[in-house]
């Protein structure tokens, strides 16, 4: 494929769909397809049809619009609408709206189901790098992506550029590791390209193994558009010299794989992967493999050995992967939002990068909002907005007129930051700052009925399930501080227990072999430095101040009181 003949696909593309009149796009991401957006599809292009639309109404199958809660959605692109929870019944509505003038009105509000406007602060607040396309195009199709640019990276990079000059953009645009650590890209890029392999053989890796609790964002970027994320692997393959790739996908994503495996066909058959692409010598491939669903297999060293074959289990760095990864050879992993972000960097320049975000945090991150929030959803904002504005303005603020409590970020790895922390930035230095970590990108916003303990407890027992337990301290670190969390919340423990936990956490943090461990006490931590109070009124006063938890013991230690007082006034028999 060269230039010309990219350009004269996306010409012809571009022109086909113009020929349309009105443009109705219907989520078919995991979300709305869980509520059957496929019949709502089907039940609009009949009506367009039976309407003899066809050559004026054009439906398509799109990726993630980002209104998770709302489903199934439809986008009537050209009257600037999302109508959300349409179902095939509503189809003969929708087609004579196009028909109809809009109100005009501000509908930016998503009470009842009905409209939500394109230009409403949901859309207009957002600032979409990684999911520029997503929800506009139809992820089975390439020529979709070709139409808005894609592939364009791909033959820039093969036919004008270095490797090193790759490089030099991603590091110019300050890019960090969208996988949790946030090390910067270019570095990381610039290593392995550096690092010596004795066969000459180097390895991609596609980080998709995505297990947080409440993060889907890998999720919906590959079902959305798999297309943006092989060709930030392309690029990142030329740039450090792999001539092969893996996407790493966890098997609970069935979508995803297959969207993935239609994207990986396309991309071989236009010619963007295989030999000598774009006409050069550079070759490359990329082979899909699946997680079994630990969390673990996400940690990097644990990924490398799942991929080659063996048991899913982290190792002790240095050497790092950059060095030492795959079958022993250089490896590159990142994340699949990284990779997502590497054509438009191309595309736009590192500077152009830079400008987006804060000082030391570039560029968008995709959230994904879930618990007590309005809009449960994913939504991509320039780093350093203020958390308000992506819980107030974005998420639409907390439902049934409940009160703001806390937000958890970084998942199992991450912490809890309270109202009093609302208007910190959000980006990787002060959510650590403030004793949380960015993490993958999940938000789990809760409100006043949420106990806090009760959510450090949760974490932890995740973490104690998904510890692989080839060291101690995580092995019986996260066993131990979730029985006492566990004893904390059903009223048997003690102010000693609290001490133990405190001494458990900085063990497990500090002699863990991976970052599971490592991370695992970073729930309680900042619970514990922000809502240390309710731990108290569970141990002291045997009282959950939410309400959520149940003591084991009261009826039982209400009885004894009850007879202490009896005796004392003689009525005890
Ligand atoms: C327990 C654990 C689980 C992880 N899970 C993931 C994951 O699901 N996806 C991911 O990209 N990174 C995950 N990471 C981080 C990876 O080890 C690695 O840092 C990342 O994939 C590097 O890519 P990046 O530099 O693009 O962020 C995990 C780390 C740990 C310690
Ligand atoms: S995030 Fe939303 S718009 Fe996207 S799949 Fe989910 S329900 Fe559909
Ligand atoms: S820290 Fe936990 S998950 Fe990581 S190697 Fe040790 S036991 Fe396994």
């Known amino acids: 494929m060269t230039h010309d003949e990219l350009a004269e696909i996306r010409k012809a593309e571009q022109e086909r769909k113009q020929k349309y009149k009105h443009k109705i796009n219907v989520c078919m991401a995991s979300g709305c397809l869980s509520l059957r957006s496929d019949l709502v599809k089907e039940a609009i292009t009949k009506e367009v049809d039976k309407e003899c639309l066809a050559d004026s109404v054009l439906v398509s199958k799109v990726g993630c619009v980002g209104l998770c809660s709302q489903g199934p959605i439809v986008v009537l692109e050209t009257k600037g609408e999302v109508r959300e929870g349409i179902t095939p019944e509503d189809a003969e509505a929708i087609i004579k709206s196009l028909g109809a003038e809009h109100d005009g009105g501000n509908s930016n509000e998503l009470v009842d189901g009905v409209v939500l406007r394109l230009d409403s602060k949901f859309f207009t607040r957002q600032k979409k790098i990684v999911m520029e396309h997503s929800g506009l195009i139809d992820p089975d199709r390439i020529e979709d992506y070709i139409a808005v640019g894609g592939y364009e990276s791909v033959l820039d990079v093969l036919t004008e550029m270095s490797p090193a000059e790759v490089i030099d953009q991603v590091t110019r645009s300050g890019l960090r590791g969208r996988g949790g650590a946030g090390y910067p890209t270019g570095l990381k890029w610039s290593t392995v390209a550096k690092a010596f392999s004795s066969s000459g053989e180097k390895f991609i890796i596609c980080n998709a193994d995505e297990g947080d609790p409440g993060a889907y964002m890998d999720r919906s970027i590959l079902e959305s558009n798999p297309h943006q994320v092989i060709e930030g692997m392309i690029i990142g393959a030329f740039a450090v010299g792999a001539s092969k790739g893996f996407v790493y996908v966890r098997a609970e994503y069935p979508l995803a794989i297959e969207r993935l495996k239609i994207a990986l066909k396309q991309a071989e058959k236009f010619g963007f992967l295989g030999h000598n692409i774009g006409g050069t010598t550079f070759s490359f491939t990329v082979e899909l493999r699946y997680g079994a669903g630990a969390f673990v297999t996400g940690e990097e060293t644990a990924l490398i050995a799942s991929v080659g074959g063996q048991r899913g289990l982290p190792q002790q760095r240095p050497p790092y992967p950059a060095e030492r990864g795959l079958f022993g050879r250089p490896t590159l992993i990142n994340n699949v939002e990284t990779l997502a972000n590497i054509p438009p960097i191309i595309r736009n320049g590192g500077d152009w990068f830079a400008k987006i975000g804060t000082e030391k945090s570039k560029g968008t991150k995709v959230f994904s909002l879930v618990g007590k929030i309005n809009n449960v959803g994913l939504v991509e904002v320039p780093l350093g907005m203020p958390l308000r504005e992506v819980i107030y303005d974005l998420g639409g603020g907390i439902p049934d007129g409940r009160t703001f409590k806390a937000v958890q970020t970084g998942g199992p790895s991450g912490g809890c930051i309270p109202a009093e922390h609302l208007d910190l930035p959000v980006d990787f230095e002060s959510l650590q700052q403030a004793g949380s970590i960015m993490g993958s990108g999940g938000m789990i916003v809760m409100d006043d009925a949420s106990c806090m303990v009760d959510v450090a407890k949760y974490f932890m027992g995740f973490c104690k399930s998904e510890s692989c337990g080839k060291c101690i301290p995580c092995r019986v670190g996260t066993v ?87 005796d004392e006034t003689g009525t005890s028999s």
Do not use: W
């Not at 059903?490 to 490592?518: F, H, R, V």
């Not at 141990?539 to 009885?559: L, Q, S």
């Open 480 to 566: 131990q501080m979730h029985a006492i969390l566990e004893r904390i919340t059903d009223g048997t423990a003690t102010m000693e227990d609290l001490g133990l936990l405190e001494n458990l956490c900085g063990l497990a943090k500090n002699a863990s072999i991976c970052g599971l461990g490592q991370s695992a006490p970073n729930p309680v931590l900042s619970t514990l430095r922000y809502f240390r109070d309710e731990y108290r009124a569970h141990i002291e006063e045997r009282r959950c101040p939410a309400g959520v938890c149940k003591f084991k013991n009261a009826g039982k230690d209400v009885y004894e009181e009850d007879l202490e007082v009896r």
